[in-house]
């Protein structure tokens, strides 16, 4: 009984390039939530998607970041044209319904901008 | 919106003493999560406790949500039990959760 998947473990991406982040859910859980922990800092809400919709985006910063999670494959967080400031462990957790119901947490991918 | 607060932010300990964390939330809540960040960075989920008492070996958690906080107690504490706990709480129709900014454990042997 797998739990969250993400992968990579750790990314390393030059200034300006892009960032693809990984996350497989709990086989039977269909919500997937985005976080990002900035150094020395507790974890940000990013993202909320179900299955091919975006429920609530209202952490996510405005311009380079994008989120998405098709009907088959993984759930995918990009950013483009990273920035140093982007350097942070991104968690990705998925839980079976929205309310009421743990979220289980994926080991994350420590994200490295040179 | 809804504010989470730890407390304290750091706390040494000797190997075998007991202690409480504390979270305090300042609306009501659908979900209450503890967490122990261990020092590779993974999360453990701890306890999903919105309201009650729950027990898991050494540790134990208390939420009394009519009074908005949430109590940790680690007894007989180990090396092992070092990092960062956090306490998030879920208030909302989309079950985001908001994280407190963690205690800090240090046990030393």
């Known amino acids: 009984n797998a739990g969250v998947m993400q992968n990579p473990r750790h990314l390393v991406r030059r200034r300006g390039q892009e960032a693809r982040l990984r996350c497989s859910p709990m086989?039977?859980?269909?919500?997937v939530y985005w976080y990002r922990q900035l150094p020395e800092e507790g974890l940000k809400f990013m993202v909320y998607?179900?299955?091919?919709?975006?429920?609530?985006e209202s952490g996510m910063p405005k311009e380079r970041f994008s989120a998405e999670f098709p009907k088959e494959g993984p759930s995918i967080l990009r950013i483009q044209q990273v920035v140093r400031g982007d350097s942070a462990a991104y968690f990705c957790?998925?839980?079976?319904?929205?309310?009421?119901?743990?979220?289980?947490f994926g080991d994350g991918t420590r994200l490295s901008i040179l | 919106g809804i504010q989470v607060e730890q407390s304290p932010p750091d706390l040494i300990l000797q190997e075998g003493a007991n202690s409480t964390l504390r979270c305090n939330f300042s609306?009501?809540?659908?979900?209450l999560q503890w967490f122990h960040q261990n020092p590779w960075g993974q999360l453990i989920n701890l306890f999903y406790?919105?309201?009650g008492t729950k027990q898991n070996g050494r540790l134990s958690a208390t939420t009394v949500a009519t009074e908005r906080y949430s109590l940790l107690y680690i007894s007989s504490s180990q090396t092992t039990d070092s990092g960062v706990y956090f306490c998030?709480?879920?208030?909302?129709?989309?079950?985001?959760?908001?994280f407190g900014q963690g205690t800090t454990l240090q046990v030393k042997p």
């Open positions: 406790i919105p309201s």
């Open positions: 957790a998925s839980s079976p319904g929205s309310r009421n119901q743990p979220q289980h």
């Open positions: 998607l179900q299955k091919e919709n975006i429920i609530d």
């Open positions: 086989k039977g859980h269909s919500h």
């Open positions: 609306d009501s809540v659908n979900n």
């Open positions: 998030a709480v879920g208030s909302s129709n989309t079950g985001k959760l908001i």
